[in-house]
């Protein structure tokens, strides 16, 4: 593959494609009785909510790098890293 196509196949990094993509991986955690909202994306660090049983769950910050953030880089290679915001 030429470096163009590549390019051409990338999707743009930007606060609606984001929403997208976490919108993708929202049924996941809903299978678990949680959920996931999109805040904001500030910089390349994307901030968002995770609410129902995810919210004040244990292993929530391991689902937030190993589930959620793991799969939004490999769409979003420039992309530091996922946080999870408090409240409501």
Do not use: H, Y
């Not at 999109?38 to 995770?50: K, Q, W």
């Not at 995810?54 to 979003?76: M, R, W």
């Not at 946080?83 to 409501?88: M, P, R, S």
């Amino acid at each position: 593959m030429r470096k163009e196509e590549a390019m051409a196949d990338q999707v743009e990094f930007n606060e609606a494609n984001v929403r997208a993509e976490i919108e993708k991986i929202r049924p996941f955690l809903q299978n678990d009785g949680g959920d996931i909202e999109f805040v904001a994306l500030e910089g390349n660090v994307a901030r968002v909510r995770l609410k129902g049983s995810c919210s004040g769950c244990a292993f929530a910050s391991l689902t937030l790098q190993f589930s959620v953030e793991k799969t939004l880089k490999q769409t979003f290679p420039q992309l530091e890293r996922v946080e999870n915001v408090q409240g409501a």
